[in-house]
């Protein structure tokens, strides 16, 4: 939308009027001797001061008018951006794509008063909307590439389509620097160009080029999670593998066909450790999978592991990230069992207000208090690479370390506590 204000000789001309014609009234009246101005003559001189008061306030509204114009087509100019700059954030956070193109060349169509807006990718035309819009092609438009000014446009006046041409302004659309596309405001009737619209044109520019560049890091986010993702089934699987083996290969000579279960159950529980791809899954699959897994270190340690389930039923179906309470109960095993004597491990969930409070905690042999408080302040050793690793995803994922809790006691065992958000969505800070 265009707000242009009136220039000041404008503004001069018209109050030179308003004073003129005051003045020329006041003579005509006098002159032509319809009345004469006495101090008891009072309807000559209401009269008067009427026609001066009407005068004075004339002027006086066009010099605020002059001095508010620009604040106010300053104002004009941020509403029509951040409208469009809003309206587009959930598209462009989507990536640069033909399909996000095309709702950005109808937003800026639809809120503002272009004749056409185009979206561009180097040479290809990713959207077009508005008149003649269907008859744009790649060929009418050159290679933007290092062609913008230093105030980041490029004001264009002999683009042929449809028959017409068209004047425009031209903005690029950056990522990190290098420029990925470009904006493309037109205007059929080149008076329509001016100099609000091309700071609007400029100011849009830079916004959609920040949301872009937000689209590029959510996307390399969401890739270092699924990396993280995979060195966590790398780190964990290696050992966790060596020790099944190990028991396997013990039972295949004293008790053959529960070994060819648990070969069985084995390939079973890996095909699905390979299979779970996504980020998020529910308590109730991740209990599954921790349930697979503590076969085998039954199998391995006997009627010594104790396992007790404490689940509330609403918590079975809240959201949570993927192989983070399988770490968690490999740790309690791996660093509570005791050379002689049993291992009482209990697991307990429940849904609390906002939260999802998973517990794991055991009677085991304890952690020195020396290791616990490397782990408090980020540095882990001595814990595990489970533990080290939950706490680092659950930061990537909610933004805070402080989702998890361990309490120990060296002799009478371990206590770890997640507490997690129950939407299980990602934390936007």
Same mark, same amino acid.
């Given at each position: 939308?265009?707000?242009?204000?009136?220039?000041?000789?404008?503004?001069?001309?018209?109050?030179?009027?308003?004073?003129?014609? $005051?003045?020329?009234? @006041? &003579?005509?009246?006098?002159? /032509? %001797?319809?009345? *004469?101005? !006495?101090?008891?003559?009072?309807?000559?001189?209401?009269?008067?001061?009427?026609?001066?008061?009407?005068?004075?306030?004339?002027?006086?509204?066009?010099?605020?008018?002059?001095?508010?114009?620009?604040?106010?087509?300053?104002?004009?100019?941020?509403?029509?951006?951040?409208?469009?700059?809003?309206?587009?954030?959930?598209?462009?956070?989507?990536?640069?794509?033909?399909?996000?193109?095309?709702?950005?060349?109808?937003?800026?169509?639809?809120?503002?008063?272009?004749?056409?807006?185009?979206?561009?990718?180097?040479?290809?035309?990713?959207?077009?909307?508005?008149?003649?819009?269907?008859?744009?092609?790649?060929?009418?438009?050159?290679?933007?590439?290092?062609?913008?000014?230093? $105030?980041?446009?490029? @004001? &264009?006046?002999?683009?042929? /389509? %449809?028959?017409? *041409?068209? !004047?425009?302004?031209?903005?690029?659309?950056?990522?990190?620097?290098?420029?990925?596309?470009?904006?493309?405001?037109?205007?059929?009737?080149?008076?329509?160009?001016?100099?609000?619209?091309?700071?609007?044109?400029?100011?849009?520019?830079?916004?959609?080029?920040?949301?872009?560049?937000?689209?590029?890091?959510?996307?390399?986010?969401?890739?270092?999670?699924?990396?993280?993702?995979?060195?966590?089934?790398?780190?964990?699987?290696?050992?966790?593998?060596?020790?099944?083996?190990?028991?396997?290969?013990?039972?295949?000579?004293?008790?053959?066909?529960?070994?060819?279960?648990?070969?069985?159950?084995?390939?079973?529980?890996?095909?699905?450790?390979?299979?779970?791809?996504?980020?998020?899954?529910?308590?109730?699959?991740?209990?599954?999978?921790?349930?697979?897994?503590?076969?085998?270190?039954?199998?391995?340690?006997?009627?010594?592991?104790?396992?007790?389930?404490?689940?509330?039923?609403?918590?079975?179906?809240?959201?949570?990230?993927?192989?983070?309470?399988?770490?968690?109960?490999?740790?309690?095993?791996?660093?509570?069992?005791?050379?002689?004597?049993?291992?009482?491990?209990?697991?307990?969930?429940?849904?609390?207000?906002?939260?999802?409070?998973?517990?794991?905690?055991?009677?085991?042999?304890?952690?020195?208090?020396?290791?616990?408080?490397?782990?408090?302040?980020?540095?882990?050793?001595?814990?595990?690479?489970?533990?080290?690793?939950?706490?680092?995803?659950?930061?990537?994922?909610?933004?805070?370390?402080?989702?998890?809790?361990?309490?120990?006691?060296?002799?009478?065992?371990?206590?770890?506590?997640?507490?997690?958000?129950?939407?299980?969505?990602?934390?936007?800070?």
């Amino acid at each position: 939308m265009e707000n242009r204000q009136p220039s000041s000789f404008l503004y001069i001309a018209l109050g030179a009027v308003t004073i003129g014609a $005051s003045v020329l009234i @006041i &003579f005509i009246l006098f002159a /032509s %001797g319809i009345f *004469k101005v !006495t101090f008891n003559n009072g309807a000559a001189l209401l009269l008067v001061g009427v026609i001066y008061g009407i005068s004075l306030f004339s002027v006086l509204t066009l010099l605020y008018k002059w001095h508010e114009g620009p604040e106010r087509a300053l104002a004009m100019q941020s509403h029509e951006m951040l409208t469009i700059a809003n309206e587009t954030l959930s598209y462009l956070r989507q990536g640069f794509t033909p399909e996000t193109g095309r709702e950005v060349a109808q937003i800026i169509f639809d809120q503002s008063d272009v004749d056409a807006a185009a979206v561009l990718e180097k040479n290809d035309i990713l959207a077009a909307v508005g008149i003649y819009a269907e008859q744009f092609s790649a060929e009418s438009f050159i290679d933007r590439t290092g062609l913008f000014d230093e $105030s980041g446009a490029m @004001i &264009f006046h002999d683009l042929e /389509s %449809g028959g017409e *041409k068209w !004047t425009g302004i031209s903005v690029p659309l950056t990522v990190q620097g290098k420029e990925r596309g470009t904006l493309e405001f037109l205007f059929l009737p080149p008076k329509k160009l001016t100099e609000n619209r091309i700071s609007v044109a400029i100011g849009l520019g830079v916004l959609l080029s920040t949301q872009l560049e937000l689209s590029e890091l959510d996307k390399q986010q969401s890739l270092a999670m699924h990396s993280e993702l995979k060195a966590l089934r790398a780190q964990i699987n290696p050992h966790f593998l060596f020790n099944t083996l190990n028991t396997i290969a013990a039972l295949c000579r004293t008790d053959p066909r529960t070994a060819r279960r648990l070969i069985i159950q084995f390939a079973d529980f890996f095909r699905e450790s390979l299979e779970r791809q996504n980020q998020f899954t529910t308590l109730d699959e991740e209990l599954r999978y921790v349930n697979s897994y503590l076969v085998f270190e039954r199998a391995r340690f006997g009627s010594r592991l104790q396992i007790d389930w404490q689940i509330d039923d609403d918590a079975r179906q809240a959201t949570l990230p993927s192989l983070v309470l399988q770490p968690l109960v490999e740790n309690a095993v791996k660093h509570g069992m005791a050379k002689t004597g049993p291992l009482h491990l209990g697991l307990a969930a429940k849904l609390d207000g906002s939260h999802l409070y998973v517990q794991v905690h055991d009677d085991g042999v304890g952690i020195e208090a020396e290791s616990l408080s490397k782990f408090d302040d980020h540095n882990g050793s001595g814990l595990g690479i489970g533990l080290n690793n939950v706490r680092e995803r659950l930061r990537s994922l909610y933004g805070s370390s402080g989702l998890i809790n361990i309490s120990s006691t060296v002799g009478e065992g371990t206590e770890v506590t997640l507490r997690i958000p129950a939407p299980g969505g990602l934390n936007e800070n």
